[in-house]
T-cell receptor, first 115, second 113 residues
Framework: ETGVTQSPTHLIKTRGQQVTLRCSSQ?????VSWYQQALGQGPQFIFQ???????GRGNFPPRFSGLQFPNYSSELNVNALELDDSALYLC??????????????FGEGSRLTVL | QQQVKQSPQSLIVQKGGISIINCAYE??????FPWYQQFPGKGPALLIA?????SEKKEGRFTISFNKSAKQFSLHIMDSQPGDSATYFC????????????FGPGTSLSVIP
């Protein structure tokens, strides 16, 4: 069974640029959630995708957007990067729509640094 | 608005001691309360979870105590080991709708020999 994989693991961008982060869900999981984890903080929910549609969104501006593909993999896109976007971005998959059990399977994250 | 509060922020325990982390929530609609463990450079991993219809759940050295009336729950780690050194997050979610999991701010646990 393949776990959740994310790419890239680390990246550096400058303010105003755009970034795309990728996630492959665990085998058999059809729901993907994205979280932002600032240094020393708990993960903050960005949004969730189920059946290729956004299925819940946290308190993040529209410049945070996402996609889910037919194979359940997902992308997180962030436009007009700001310094405060520097964080670890975590992807989590679950075998059914998230929130039902709270059981999420996380990848190791993509560490984004915005200069 | 922080919906899940957690304390302490950091904790140092001697090997063999008991580690206790406390959490409180505000939204009475929450009905699932997991704890996640995160090691440096890794994503969080589910450790143990409880639903509010029970007051305690034990798995090995890890025990969750739940007080529904006080809207509080806690994690006890018995016989703490250096390998338990990690960041622990309490969390909450609603099982009746497709919803997000709300995490607490985390507790950094260090178990010293």
């Amino acid at each position: 069974e393949t776990g959740v994989t994310q790419s890239p693991t680390h990246l550096i961008k400058t303010r105003g640029q755009q970034v795309t982060l990728r996630c492959s869900s665990q085998s058999g999981h059809n729901t993907v959630s994205w979280y932002q984890q600032a240094l020393g903080q708990g993960p903050q929910f960005i949004f969730q995708y189920y059946r290729e549609e956004e299925n819940g969104r946290g308190n993040f501006p529209p410049r945070f957007s996402g996609l889910q593909f037919p194979n359940y993999s997902s992308e997180l896109n962030v436009n007009a990067l700001e310094l405060d976007d520097s964080a670890l971005y975590l992807c989590a998959s679950s075998p059914r729509p998230g929130g039902f059990t709270g059981e999420l399977f996380f990848g190791e994250g993509s560490r984004l640094t915005v200069l | 608005q922080q919906q899940v509060k957690q304390s302490p922020q950091s904790l140092i325990v001697q090997k063999g001691g008991i580690s206790i982390i406390n959490c409180a929530y505000e939204n009475t609609a929450f009905d699932y309360f997991p704890w996640y463990q995160q090691f440096p450079g890794k994503g969080p991993a589910l450790l143990i979870a409880i639903r509010p219809d029970v007051s305690e759940k034990k798995e090995g050295r890890f025990t969750i105590s739940f007080n529904k009336s006080a809207k509080q729950f806690s994690l006890h780690i018995m016989d703490s080991q250096p390998g338990d050194s990690a960041t622990y997050f309490c969390a909450a979610s609603r099982g009746t709708s497709y919803d997000k999991v709300i995490f607490g701010p985390g507790t950094s646990l260090s178990v010293i020999p």
